[in-house]
Nanobody, 128 residues
Framework: QVQLVESGGGSVQAGGSLRLSCAAS????????MGWFRQAPGKEREGVAS????????TYVDSVKGRFTISHDNAKNMLYLKMNSLKEEDTATYYC?????????????????????WGQGTQVTVSS
């Protein structure tokens, strides 16, 4: 059974850094499209970063390019999101997601509809 468990969220001042982790079980991330999403109160869920572990290809939403880095560790079956230069507008609940191994490559890697399984989320709060 697919399970995704996020950790690493917290409160940080603007300009600070956090690293989110997503522990995957029940499958290997090696052959999956994985993604990080976030949702702020009153807003729709937004794709932040996506990675295909098979070839290391990544996609980022424009607002985080140059600040966030998605990465993985196949041996540990972990997905990460390193967030630097955090801004107040990065405040949200962050979710890890994976796409079915049987699905073709996504048309829109940052669209939530491209993903099948989700974690419970971890809260990130950035204050000025």
């Amino acid at each position: 059974q697919v399970q995704l468990v996020e950790s690493g969220g917290g409160s940080v001042q603007a300009g600070g850094s956090l690293r989110l982790s997503c522990a995957a079980s029940g499958f290997s991330i090696r052959y999956r499209r994985m993604g990080w999403f976030r949702q702020a109160p009153g807003k729709e869920r937004e794709g932040v970063a996506s990675l295909y572990a098979g070839d290391g290809s990544t996609t980022y939403v424009d607002s985080v390019k140059g600040r966030f880095t998605i990465s993985h560790d196949n041996a540990k079956n972990m997905l990460y999101l390193k967030m630097n230069s955090l801004k107040e507008e990065d405040t949200a609940t962050y979710y890890c997601a994976c796409r079915s191994q049987y699905a073709p490559p996504p048309v829109h890697p940052l669209a939530s509809t491209e993903y099948n399984d989700w974690g419970q989320g971890t809260q990130v709060t950035v204050s000025s």
